[in-house]
C-alpha cells in the first residue's frame, strides 16, 4: 500500500508546477504564507503543490486539483509584500483530501504511480522517443537558443517522462492544456502529447518565419516603410486609436506656429523626428510625446496686457488691505517706474506696423522679497499686486524643498522626468509675464541631492534669467519679463548669494488698533460668510474684538485672530440653527463665555519700584512685549549665576553688566563688600529660550539696583546692547519692541540714540503716547532708571532729582 503524507498545501494561479523542474514563484496571499512557513519547519521542507481550477483570492479545497505535485522548497526570501521562493518538483501525487487547518491548507497525499510502456524496446515506442527529443531540439535551435545549451538539455535528461515533463514547462500551452498534461500518468500519452505541442509550435515559427521573409522579398526602402505604417494605421483603427495620427499632426501644427527660439527650435524639430521613427506605445514615443506636449503649453511669447494705472492700483491696494503704508508706497512706486518705462516705448512704436505686437518694453524686473512674521499680508499683497497690474498670478511653496531638481527639473533620460517648480509654474501661468510668487525661500534645505537655494541664483538674477535652461526642457527659456516676489519669515536664513539678488521689503507686525480696524473690515465679514451667517444675525462690537485680540491671539499677525472669530461665529451658528436664539451681538463678556479663560496672558507693568527688579523690551517674529529682568544678591564667593534659558549671547551680555559694575563702583555707590556676595540673574519664562544683545542695559541696571540697594523705575522700559566701557549700541525690532511696551501699560522708553529715526515707523497714534530717552553712555540710562540718581556736569551722582530730557517720538 501506499504511504500517504500530510503536507501544507501552495495553491497557483494560472501556472502548473511539473516534477523534475525547478521554478520560482511569488507568494504574497496569507495562507500561501503560513502553508510556506510550515512547510519550512519540517526537515524535508515539503509541500503539495496544486493549481486552481478558477482564478480566485482565496483558495478553498473546492477549487484545487487533486492532482499536482509535490515540491521541495529550494530557496526562500522574505520581502515587505510577501514570499520569493524556489521550489524543485519532486514527483506527482493525488490529494485524497484537503482541509482547513488553521490559517493554511493541508493535503492528505500518495504518489501517484506512473504508467510505464509494457515494452521499453518496442520499436514504436522507441521511435515515439526519438522523435520527441528531435523535434525538441529542432525547436529550441529554431527560436535562437544556442546549440551549446539544446545538446546539454537533452544530454542531462535520460527518462522519458522527466524530458516530456521539462519541454512542456518550455512550451507556449493554455493554463487547462498543462493541466491535463501533468495528469496524464501514462508516459507514452505524455510523449504523444508533448509532442503534438511540439509540431504545433514548429508550425508557427516556420509561418512566422515564411511571412516574415516573403514581406522582405516583396518590399523595400520606402515600399516597405509605407506598406508597414498603413498596416500600423490598420491595425490602430481595429483598435479604436485611428486618432493617434492626427494627434501628431495637431502636435507638429501647434509647435509650427510657436514663435520658438531658434535652439528650441532645433530640439523640437529633432525631437520630431524621433517620434516619427519611434513606435506610437514605445516607451521612447510615449517620452518624447510627452516632452513635445510640454513645450507647446509653456507661454513662449503669449503675455498678458499689463495694466499700469497707478490711481487703480492704489484702489485695489487699500481695497484689500489696511495699513501697509510703507508696503503699499513701494509697489505704487515700481508700478511707477514701469509705466514711464511704457511711454517711450509706445511713442516709438506708433509708426511701425509692429507696434503693440512685436517687443514689449523691457526693464530689469525687480526681485522683492516680503520678509516678516506670518500671517502679516505677504502672499496676499502679492496676489493683490498682481491683480492691480493685470498679471496672472501663480505660486510655489518651496518649504521643506531639498532637491536642485524641484527647482531646475529632471534630465530625461531618468525614468519619470519633469520639469521643475519654475517651468511648471509658467505652464501654470499660461503667460510669460506673470507675478511669481516664491513662498518660504527662507526654508528651503540642503541634501546630498544638491542645493536648491543655488538653483535658484539663476532663477532670481535679471542678468542671466532671460536664458534658465531647466534640465527637461535642455533649451533656454525666457523669465526676464516675470515680477517674482519672494516670502521669508527669518532673513537670516537665506543664503547671502541669494539675498544679494532681492530687494528686502520689511512687513511689519500689526498694532492692537490696526489688528480691530483689520478684523471689522475683513475678518469678520469672511468668516460670517464661511459660517453661513446673514448680515445682521452676528454683530461684534469694539470691545468684544479687543477683548479676542489681547485675551485669545498672541501673534504679529491676523491669522489666529481670524480662527477665534470663526469659532465665535460656528458657535452662534450652532445655536441659531438649534432654535435656540435668532441672532447674537457679542460684548467682551460673552466672548470669555463663548472662548473660556483667556489664553494668553502678556506681562503687564509692575505695580512699584522694587530692588533688582528691571523692565526690558524684547522681540520674536510674533510680535514685541516687555520682560523682566531680576538680579538677587546672596552670600557666597562672589560668582555670577545666570539662569532663563539664557543663549551665549545674552550671557555675555550678563557677564560685560558685572564687570561694568565692578570697574565702576565707586562711581556707581556700591560697596565693595557686595562683590564678595553671589549674584543671581534670572529672566523669567524659565521654559522659553531667549538669546541676543539688546538685554545688556537692563541687566546692568538690575545688577546695580541689586548692587547699590536702590530701587529700579517700574514704570521705564529699555532696550540697547552695552559695552565695556559704557557706551549703549543700537538694535533692531524698535518697532515691535515699542508697540509691546505700550501694550504692556508702559510709555516711558530708554532708546540708543542711534535708534532715535526708527520711530518714525510707529503709528501716529503711538509716538503721541509716548515719551522718549535717547541714550549714548550707561551714566545716562542708569540716572533714569535708578531711584535717586541724576548725572551732574556728566558724571552720575545719587540724590532726590533726576536731571533728564526727553525727545518728542513724533
Known amino acids: 500500500m501506499t504511504k500517504t503524507l500530510a503536507l501544507p498545501v501552495i495553491p497557483l494561479r494560472q501556472a502548473v508546477l511539473f516534477p523534475g523542474v525547478t521554478a ?3 507568494a504574497g496571499r496569507p495562507g500561501t504564507l503560513a502553508a510556506i512557513e510550515a512547510a519550512l519547519t519540517q526537515p524535508e521542507r515539503l509541500a503539495f503543490v496544486s493549481t486552481q481550477r478558477e482564478d480566485a483570492d482565496a483558495a478553498t479545497p473546492e477549487i484545487l486539483h487533486t492532482i499536482g505535485t509535490i515540491a521541495r522548497i529550494v530557496q526562500v526570501q522574505r520581502g515587505s ?9 519532486e514527483r506527482r501525487a493525488i490529494a485524497l483530501r484537503i482541509t482547513e487547518h488553521e490559517d493554511h491548507l493541508v493535503a492528505t497525499v500518495r504518489d501517484a504511480e506512473e504508467m510505464q510502456p509494457l515494452d521499453a524496446q518496442a520499436p514504436t515506442y522507441v521511435a515515439l522517443v526519438r522523435e520527441v527529443r528531435e523535434r525538441a531540439a529542432e525547436l529550441g535551435t529554431k527560436l535562437g537558443l544556442p546549440r551549446e545549451v539544446v545538446q546539454r538539455f537533452l544530454a542531462e535528461v535520460d527518462d522519458p517522462g522527466q ?3 521539462a519541454v512542456a514547462t518550455n512550451l507556449d500551452m493554455s493554463l487547462a492544456e498543462r493541466q491535463a498534461l501533468l495528469e496524464t500518468l501514462s508516459v507514452e500519452e505524455r510523449l504523444r502529447r508533448v509532442l503534438l505541442f511540439v509540431q504545433r509550435q514548429l508550425a508557427v515559427v516556420d509561418a512566422q518565419a515564411e511571412i516574415k521573409s ?15 505604417r498603413e498596416q500600423l494605421k490598420a491595425i490602430q483603427k481595429e483598435l479604436g486609436e485611428g486618432d493617434k495620427a492626427n494627434d501628431t499632426d495637431a502636435l507638429r501644427a501647434k509647435l509650427a506656429a510657436l514663435p520658438l527660439p531658434e535652439a528650441a527650435r532645433k530640439e523640437v524639430d529633432r525631437e520630431l523626428a524621433r517620434l516619427d521613427r519611434a513606435a506610437g506605445e514605445s516607451m521612447e514615443g510615449q517620452v518624447i510625446r510627452t516632452y513635445l506636449e510640454t513645450v507647446a503649453e509653456l507661454p513662449w511669447g503669449k503675455r498678458s496686457e499689463e495694466k499700469l494705472d497707478l490711481a487703480h492700483a492704489a484702489e485695489v491696494l487699500e481695497r484689500d488691505h489696511y495699513g501697509l503704508a510703507d508696503i503699499k508706497d513701494r509697489i505704487l512706486e515700481f508700478l511707477a517706474v514701469r509705466a514711464l518705462r511704457a511711454e517711450p516705448a509706445a511713442e516709438a512704436g506708433r509708426g511701425t506696423e509692429a507696434a503693440g505686437a512685436g517687443e514689449r518694453p523691457r526693464g530689469r524686473a525687480p526681485i522683492l522679497l516680503f520678509a516678516g512674521p506670518p500671517g502679516v499680508g505677504k502672499t496676499s499683497v502679492a496676489r493683490s499686486i498682481a491683480t492691480a497690474m493685470g498679471r496672472e498670478y501663480v505660486r510655489i511653496s518651496l518649504g521643506g524643498v531639498r532637491d536642485e531638481a524641484d527647482i531646475r527639473g529632471h534630465r530625461r533620460t531618468y525614468v519619470g522626468a519633469m520639469p521643475g517648480r519654475i517651468v511648471q509654474g509658467m505652464k501654470q501661468a499660461g503667460t510669460a509675464n506673470p507675478v511669481f510668487l516664491l513662498d518660504e525661500v527662507d526654508k528651503l534645505g ?3 541631492q544638491g542645493d536648491p537655494s543655488a538653483a535658484l541664483l539663476e532663477v532670481l538674477d535679471p542678468a542671466q534669467n532671460d536664458s534658465f535652461t531647466d534640465h527637461y526642457l535642455g533649451v533656454p527659456f525666457d523669465l526676464s519679463e516675470v515680477l517674482f516676489i519672494a516670502t521669508a519669515n527669518l532673513v537670516q536664513s537665506i543664503p ?12 511689519s507686525g500689526y498694532t492692537e488698533g490696526e489688528k480691530l480696524e483689520i478684523a471689522r473690515r475683513f475678518l ?3 468668516q460670517l460668510a464661511e459660517s453661513g451667517l446673514p448680515d445682521g444675525r452676528l454683530a461684534m462690537g469694539d470691545d468684544a474684538l479687543a477683548a479676542t485680540i489681547t485675551g485669545y491671539t498672541r501673534e504679529a499677525g491676523v491669522r489666529q485672530l481670524e480662527r477665534e472669530i470663526g469659532r465665535l461665529a460656528r458657535k452662534v451658528a450652532r445655536r441659531i440653527a438649534g432654535g435656540e436664539i435668532a441672532g447674537a451681538a457679542l460684548d467682551a463678556a460673552e466672548v470669555a463665555r463663548l472662548l473660556g479663560r483667556p489664553k494668553v496672558h502678556p506681562e503687564h507693568a509692575a505695580a512699584a519700584d522694587q530692588v533688582g527688579v528691571a523692565t526690558g523690551m524684547y522681540y520674536t517674529p510674533a510680535g514685541g512685549d516687555i520682560m523682566f529682568v531680576e538680579a538677587s544678591t546672596m552670600r557666597g564667593k562672589g560668582e555670577l549665576v545666570l539662569t532663563g534659558q539664557l543663549g551665549d549671547v545674552m550671557k555675555e551680555s550678563a557677564r560685560a553688566a558685572w564687570s561694568y559694575a565692578r570697574a565702576h563702583a565707586d562711581e556707581l555707590g556700591i560697596d565693595e563688600a557686595a562683590f564678595e556676595r553671589d549674584v543671581h540673574v534670572h529672566v523669567p519664562a524659565g521654559a522659553v529660550p531667549k538669546d541676543g544683545p539688546s538685554a545688556g542695559v537692563t541687566m546692568t541696571v538690575a545688577l546695580v539696583s541689586a548692587l547699590s540697594g536702590r ?5 521705564l522700559a529699555m532696550t540697547g546692547e552695552i559695552t565695556l566701557s559704557g557706551r549703549v549700541l543700537p538694535i533692531g525690532g524698535v518697532k515691535e519692541k515699542v508697540l509691546g511696551a505700550v501694550r504692556a501699560g508702559i510709555t516711558t522708553i530708554v532708546l540708543p540714540r542711534a535708534n532715535q529715526a526708527d520711530l518714525d515707523d510707529l503709528p501716529a497714534e503711538v509716538r503721541q503716547r509716548l515719551t522718549v530717552f535717547p541714550a549714548e553712555q550707561l551714566d545716562e540710562v542708569l540716572a533714569l532708571a535708578l531711584r535717586g540718581a541724576s548725572l551732574r556736569e556728566g558724571r552720575l551722582t545719587f540724590a532726590e532729582a533726576a536731571v533728564a530730557s526727553p525727545v518728542p517720538a513724533h
Request: charged share 25%; glycine share 8%; net charge negative.
Open 711 to 715: 530701587p529700579a523705575r517700574h514704570d
Open 24 to 26: 520560482p514563484i511569488s
Open 163 to 165: 524530458f516530456a515533463d
Open 446 to 448: 540642503v541634501s546630498y
Open 496 to 507: 547671502e548669494p541669494l539675498l544679494d539678488r532681492m530687494e528686502v521689503v520689511e512687513f
Open 214 to 228: 516573403k514581406v522582405q522579398a516583396e518590399l523595400g526602402g520606402r515600399q516597405r516603410e509605407f506598406y508597414l
Open 524 to 526: 469678520l465679514p469672511r
Open 81 to 89: 509584500s510577501g514570499m520569493q521562493l524556489v521550489l524543485h518538483g
